[in-house]
């Protein structure tokens, strides 16, 4: 069997109505590439990724070669699943079987949702809990309350619920830190920090785990290295010493992914399965928990978060847990009406905004967009996480007042204070 060819299909699928305007502020396209692998046997293959078509030469190292060329592959994991659903269709067994035992049937499976206002949280919970979902993980930001965001969420939510906030070291340094994580740890609902700072503080990882009973989440599981290697990896380093209690296994290639199964399992340390696309990416995300010894936090796909899936049959989803697709491959079918749908939507035509941060007191001040703000802030800019700090997006109103400082703010990369 030979991989002959490979179709690039570029699509637009839209996020769902009630969160497509803040997913685009928060700075989230909704371009998906959906790629189908042909074989000379007749048999196709699926992957995927959010965003633009790869490069071509990404795709050229996988044409004219066996799909079982690419067992415990180190390529781009959208591309390795494609061979992993051919080998599966090819012997009639599900994509698993070749990654190793099973040692579950239903994967444990969460919301996302980036950082959003108390109520827009309250709100995606009890939608997550409504879909049957039992986890969440959030992004925490600088611009909103996150001690208030977790009190909305916890009166929303059912009393079986968990919620992960992951900072992305945006509380930068213990001296911030502590204040807001010992604020968190009163909130039953609170069940993991993930990455709090930043990750290279080592020293301060431990200062805060030996304070804050909450579980910490390291980004990362990469603890396995190509041949003798002078430097062990950082999360190797963290996991002996037990400096976090949990880890994102986050788009690895499927040998990091599956070689970090062993290592966390021997250290009896949970894994957070994190691979982001549409039903296919969750089908494959469901493959690799079946086998995974510690995969046992929410695992992320957000395969929620647009209108369509792409797959014929939706998942089913259960108290928190997805059941893992028993057909040959990945199991799933992708729906080429769908794929018909969305291969030449427009991109969305959105007004100038600009973001602007209300401080406690009432103080406003203006930033070109979220991302900057989520920069800038993080940096020391401005007041981080103070108590009943919100941002909102101020849209083209028309005036003359908006045009002003919308030109002002394109001109510099820094905020504006009002009465500026």
Same mark, same amino acid.
């Given at each position: 069997?030979?991989?002959?060819?490979?179709?690039?299909?570029?699509?637009?699928?839209?996020?769902?109505?009630?969160?497509?305007?803040?997913?685009?502020?928060?700075?989230?396209?909704?371009?998906?590439?959906?790629? #189908?692998?042909?074989?000379?046997?007749?048999?196709?293959?699926?992957?995927?990724?959010?965003?633009?078509?790869?490069?071509?030469?990404?795709?050229?190292?996988?044409?004219?070669?066996?799909?079982?060329?690419?067992?415990?592959?180190?390529?781009?994991?959208?591309?390795?699943?494609?061979?992993?659903?051919?080998?599966? #269709?090819?012997? +009639?067994?599900?994509?698993? #079987?070749?990654?190793?035992?099973?040692?579950?049937?239903?994967?444990?499976?969460?919301?996302?949702?980036?950082?959003?206002?108390?109520?827009?949280?309250?709100?995606?919970?009890?939608?997550?809990?409504?879909?049957?979902?039992?986890?969440?993980?959030?992004k925490a930001r600088a611009f909103y309350d996150v001690v208030e965001q977790a009190q909305?969420?916890?009166? !929303?939510?059912?009393?079986?619920?968990?919620?992960?906030?992951?900072?992305?070291?945006?509380?930068?340094?213990?001296?911030? !830190?502590?204040?807001?994580?010992?604020?968190?740890?009163?909130?039953?609902?609170? #069940?993991?920090?993930?990455?709090?700072?930043? !990750?290279?503080?080592?020293?301060?990882?431990?200062?805060?785990?030996?304070?804050?009973?909450?579980?910490?989440?390291?980004? +990362?599981?990469?603890?396995?290295?190509?041949?003798?290697?002078?430097?062990?990896?950082?999360?190797?380093?963290?996991?002996?010493? +037990?400096?976090?209690?949990?880890?994102?296994?986050s788009h690895e290639t499927i040998r990091n992914a599956l070689a970090a199964s062993w290592?966390?399992?021997?250290?009896?340390?949970?894994?957070?399965?994190?691979?982001?696309?549409?039903?296919?990416?969750?089908?494959?995300?469901?493959?690799?928990?079946?086998?995974?010894?510690?995969?046992?936090?929410?695992?992320?796909?957000?395969?929620?978060?647009? =209108?369509?899936?792409?797959?014929?049959?939706?998942?089913?989803?259960?108290?928190?847990?997805?059941?893992?697709?028993?057909?040959?491959?990945?199991?799933?079918?992708?729906?080429?009406?769908?794929? =018909?749908?969305?291969?030449?939507?427009?991109?969305?035509?959105?007004?100038?905004?600009?973001?602007?941060?209300?401080?406690?007191?009432?103080?406003?001040?203006?930033?070109?967009?979220?991302?900057?703000?989520?920069?800038?802030?993080?940096?020391?800019?401005?007041?981080?996480?103070?108590?009943?700090?919100?941002?909102?997006?101020?849209?083209?109103?028309?005036?003359?007042?908006?045009?002003?400082?919308?030109h002002r703010l394109q001109e510099r990369d820094w905020p504006l204070f009002s009465g500026?």
């Amino acid at each position: 069997m030979k991989i002959t060819t490979i179709e690039v299909i570029p699509l637009r699928i839209p996020y769902e109505d009630r969160i497509r305007k803040a997913f685009y502020h928060f700075g989230m396209n909704e371009e998906v590439t959906v790629y #189908k692998f042909h074989t000379d046997t007749g048999l196709v293959g699926l992957g995927e990724n959010p965003g633009p078509p790869f490069e071509q030469n990404l795709l050229d190292a996988y044409l004219g070669t066996n799909p079982f060329d690419h067992v415990m592959g180190t390529g781009r994991f959208n591309l390795d699943m494609a061979c992993y659903d051919l080998m599966g #269709k090819h012997l +009639g067994l599900p994509a698993w #079987k070749l990654m190793g035992q099973q040692v579950r049937e239903w994967v444990s499976m969460g919301w996302w949702m980036p950082s959003m206002s108390p109520e827009d949280s309250a709100a995606e919970v009890q939608e997550a809990a409504s879909r049957g979902y039992r986890g969440l993980k959030c992004k925490a930001r600088a611009f909103y309350d996150v001690v208030e965001q977790a009190q909305a969420m916890q009166e !929303a939510a059912p009393p079986d619920f968990r919620i992960e906030f992951d900072f992305n070291g945006a509380l930068v340094n213990v001296e911030r !830190a502590l204040p807001i994580l010992r604020q968190l740890e009163q909130i039953p609902i609170v #069940k993991g920090i993930e990455e709090p700072i930043f !990750a290279y503080d080592i020293e301060g990882w431990r200062r805060l785990h030996r304070e804050i009973r909450i579980p910490f989440y390291l980004h +990362g599981v990469s603890t396995i290295f190509d041949g003798p290697s002078r430097q062990p990896s950082g999360p190797w380093l963290g996991l002996r010493a +037990g400096d976090f209690d949990g880890a994102l296994c986050s788009h690895e290639t499927i040998r990091n992914a599956l070689a970090a199964s062993w290592a966390f399992a021997a250290a009896n340390t949970p894994i957070l399965l994190q691979y982001v696309g549409t039903g296919i990416t969750a089908a494959f995300a469901c493959h690799l928990g079946a086998v995974m010894h510690t995969a046992t936090l929410p695992g992320v796909t957000a395969h929620h978060t647009y =209108e369509d899936d792409l797959i014929v049959e939706p998942h089913q989803v259960q108290r928190g847990f997805m059941q893992v697709p028993t057909g040959p491959g990945l199991g799933v079918e992708l729906d080429e009406d769908a794929i =018909e749908r969305y291969r030449d939507v427009p991109a969305p035509q959105w007004p100038r905004h600009f973001s602007v941060v209300t401080l406690p007191g009432g103080l406003e001040h203006y930033y070109r967009n979220l991302r900057q703000a989520e920069r800038l802030m993080k940096q020391g800019v401005d007041e981080a996480f103070a108590p009943g700090v919100r941002l909102t997006e101020r849209e083209d109103d028309g005036s003359d007042d908006f045009d002003r400082l919308w030109h002002r703010l394109q001109e510099r990369d820094w905020p504006l204070f009002s009465g500026q």
